[in-house]
Structure formats: structure tokens, C-alpha cells
């Protein structure tokens, strides 16, 4: 996921500048004032939105698509089987220590809880209590970058509505108006391009991998709980294929 994230964003672009540069117009699209109303306005307006816990979740949010790891639902049921194979034949107390688990959090929190002996019902509500938590925090960052990509479009414009206000003023010569409306018209494109290139093409990916996670941790405490209980790996296989 996080190859194609990168392979999306590098193509889009490299599409786009292709596009330009065979209309042999390159420097008409570069326009830093341009750049600054649409980013710089986007930013703040995102700012004055948002608390900084919201914008703080959706930095990490962002980093974490391509820098943490993702689990599948079939690997995730391949390592459930795994552990509680383990666990019938040690028992609980090591499970956490298992190296398919070291890097999976939410698993290894829940695997220490069964060897300490909680209670099913407690450890249901403290699990589940930490996915909804993290759950919802992913939404806010989700719903930053799907404001930031609604509010870009608007900056674009209103760049385009300056430049066109600053073009009235110099009708006196005909000849600059074309280049003028031209480089009015780059804010508009730059709102565009981080709008459908940039923002929301982030809160969509923020959305698909939180709803993936959180479809994951459930199977994760449906399998501990079918672990505590002593359920086989073959029943626990098939109860987590439901998630399929």
C-alpha cells in the first residue's frame, strides 16, 4: 500500500509536468505568489479550523501511511493461528514474545493481558476501548485533509480573482492582458492540483488504512478472547475468515 501511495502521487505528477512541458510552457506555470495564496491560505485557513490536537493527529496520521507497516486480514489470521497454536502447546505466558507479534502493538498489549490471567470481559473493554479511541482519532485526521482539499480550490480562485483585479487596472495595454489572464488563471490550477492530487487523495488513504486497522484489531480480540476460552486453531481460522 504504502509502494502504491508513492507510485500514485509520483505518476500523477510526472503526468502533469509531461503535459506542460510539451506545451512548451513551463515557466508560465510557476508562479510562487501564485503557489503562496493557494498553499499559504489553504494552511491557515486549516489552522483557524482545527484544534492543534486535530492538527497534530493528521500529521502523524499522514507519516504513518508511509512509514508504518500494514497487516492484510489473511496475514493477520495467519499469525492468530500461529500464536494460538503456540499458546496450546506453552501455554499464555510467552505468547508476546513471539516474533510475528513484536511489531504488531495492539496484539502484543492484548497477549500480555492474557498472561497476566484478566478477566474476558475486562480485557474485551479495555481493547476495545484503545481501537475506538485510535479509530476516532484517525477520522479527525481524515476529515483535515478532506477540509484542506475543499478549501484549496477556493484559494485557487480567489488568487485568480486578484490577478484579475490587478489585470483591470492595466487596460491601457491590450497586448499584457493575454499574459496577464494567464498568470491569473496558475492559482486556480495550483488549488486543483493540491486538491485532487494532494489532500484528498491523502484523506481517502487515511480512511481506507483506519477502517483496515480497525477491522483488524476486532479480529485480533475475537481470536484472543477465542484463545482465553481455549477454542482450537481451526475453529479460530474459520471464525476469523468471516472478517474475509
Not at 22 to 48: D, K, P, R
Not at 117 to 132: D, F, N, V, W, Y
Not at 153 to 168: E, K, N, W
Request: charged letters at 20%; aromatic letters at 12%.
Amino acid at each position: 500500500m504504502k509502494l502504491t501511495t508513492i507510485f500514485g502521487f509520483i505518476f500523477g505528477l510526472t503526468i502533469i509536468g509531461l503535459t506542460i512541458f510539451y506545451q512548451q510552457g513551463t515557466e508560465y506555470f510557476l508562479s510562487w505568489s501564485a503557489l503562496g495564496i493557494t498553499f499559504g491560505g489553504t494552511i491557515s485557513a486549516v489552522i483557524i479550523y482545527f484544534s492543534p490536537w486535530a492538527l497534530k493527529s493528521s500529521i502523524s496520521a499522514f507519516f504513518k501511511i508511509f512509514t508504518e507497516k500494514y497487516y492484510s486480514k489473511k496475514k493477520m489470521i495467519d499469525i492468530m493461528v500461529a500464536v494460538c497454536r503456540e499458546a496450546r502447546i506453552a501455554g499464555f505466558s510467552n505468547l508476546q514474545n513471539l516474533h510475528s507479534v513484536q511489531k504488531i502493538k495492539f496484539l502484543k498489549k492484548g497477549l500480555r493481558f492474557l498472561a497476566d490471567g484478566m478477566e474476558p470481559e475486562q480485557l474485551s473493554a479495555i481493547l476495545t476501548r484503545e481501537k475506538q479511541m485510535i479509530f476516532g482519532k484517525n477520522r479527525v485526521a481524515e476529515r483535515v485533509f478532506k477540509i484542506a482539499g475543499s478549501f484549496a480550490p477556493m484559494f485557487g480562485m480567489m488568487g485568480t480573482v486578484i490577478g484579475l483585479i490587478s489585470m483591470l487596472h492595466k487596460v491601457n495595454d491590450p497586448s499584457s492582458i493575454p499574459a496577464a489572464m494567464g498568470l491569473a488563471l496558475v492559482t486556480t490550477f495550483y488549488g486543483l492540483i493540491l486538491s485532487a492530487l494532494i489532500f484528498k487523495p491523502i484523506s481517502g488513504k487515511i480512511r481506507d488504512k483506519n477502517q483496515l486497522d480497525n477491522q483488524v484489531k476486532d479480529m485480533i480480540i475475537d481470536a484472543i478472547l477465542a484463545i482465553q476460552r481455549g477454542e482450537n486453531s481451526q475453529i479460530i481460522k474459520e471464525n476469523l475468515q468471516s472478517y474475509l
